[in-house]
C-alpha cells in the first residue's frame, strides 16, 4: 500500500494513512494504522469493521487496496448442513460469526410434501434476530399448497417487526401471497406455479412461540374464464 510514510519523529501516520476500526465508530481506537509502503498480515475480528483513509492536503500517492472475507464458523450439530437438500437446516446447528453465535434455519424442500417449522419450535420460542429463507418446489405441473398448522409471532404494525412472508415463486421479487405475524392462523395459500419462497423475519426484541406450516402438491385447477364469469352475471340481472 504505498501512502505517505510514517513520520519518522512520532512513528505514526500523521499525513496520510488508513484505520481499521472495530465496529462503526470512528472514535474507537483503531486495531491498526497503516501508511506507507507497509502490507499488513491478515486482521480478523468480529462484526462490523470500519476503514478510515484519510489524507492531508500535501503529496499523494497510489492509495491501497484491501480484500476481505466473511468467515463463518460452524460449531456444532451442522450435519444437514451441506446436504442441505430436502430437509432443511436444523435448529440445533449453530453458526457462528466472530462472537456471534445464531440457529441456523432454511432450507430448500423438494419432497412433494412435507412440514416446515420455526426455529426451536415446540421447544422454546424462537430465536432474535432471524432470516430465515426456506425454497419449496415440487413437480413442475403441480402446485403448491400451504397450510398453517399453529401460528404465533409478535404482532406489529404492517408485521414489520417479526414476520412469516409467502412468496408465489422462488424469491422476494415474486408475488407476495401474504406477510404474517400474531397469533391467529392464516389462511391457507396456494401458489400458481411449483415453487414458493417463504422468509421468517425477526427483530432484536420479543419472541413467541413461533408457527408451523405444512405444505403439499397440488393439481393446478381450472380457472373460471372472465368471459363466462360475465355472461352469467349478466343472464341473472
Ligand atoms: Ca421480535
Not at 453458526?95 to 416446515?116: P, Y
Not at 404482532?155 to 424469491?171: E, K, M
Amino acid at each position: 500500500m504505498p501512502c505517505l510514510a510514517r513520520s519518522t519523529v512520532t512513528g505514526s501516520c500523521v499525513n496520510d494513512g488508513v484505520h481499521i476500526v472495530r465496529g462503526y465508530s470512528l472514535s474507537s481506537t483503531p486495531l491498526v494504522t497503516l501508511c506507507g509502503d507497509e502490507s499488513l498480515s491478515p486482521v480478523t475480528t468480529s462484526g462490523p469493521m470500519l476503514l478510515n483513509f484519510y489524507s492531508n492536503a500535501h503529496t499523494t500517492d497510489l492509495g491501497f487496496k484491501f480484500s476481505y472475507r466473511i468467515t463463518l464458523v460452524v460449531t456444532k450439530g451442522c450435519g444437514l448442513l451441506i446436504a442441505g437438500l430436502g430437509v432443511g437446516l436444523p435448529s440445533s446447528c449453530l453458526l457462528r460469526i466472530g462472537n456471534k453465535t445464531w440457529s441456523a434455519c432454511g432450507g430448500v424442500f423438494s419432497l412433494s410434501t412435507g412440514v416446515i417449522k420455526s426455529p426451536f419450535y415446540s421447544s422454546s420460542s424462537y430465536p432474535n434476530d432471524m432470516h430465515c429463507l426456506y425454497t419449496i418446489t415440487v413437480r413442475d405441473d403441480r402446485v403448491i399448497q400451504l397450510k398453517f398448522n399453529d401460528f404465533d409471532v409478535v404482532s406489529s404494525t404492517f408485521c414489520s417487526q417479526d414476520y412469516l412472508a409467502v412468496y408465489d415463486g422462488s424469491n422476494i421479487s415474486d408475488p407476495l401471497l401474504g406477510k404474517f405475524c400474531g397469533s391467529k392462523l392464516p389462511p391457507g395459500v396456494k401458489s400458481s406455479s411449483s415453487s414458493m419462497f417463504l422468509v421468517f423475519k425477526t427483530d432484536s426484541f420479543q419472541t413467541a412461540r413461533g408457527w408451523r406450516v405444512s405444505f403439499w402438491q397440488t393439481l393446478v385447477e381450472a380457472i373460471l374464464h372472465p368471459k363466462y364469469t360475465y355472461i352469467f352475471l349478466k343472464d341473472i340481472i
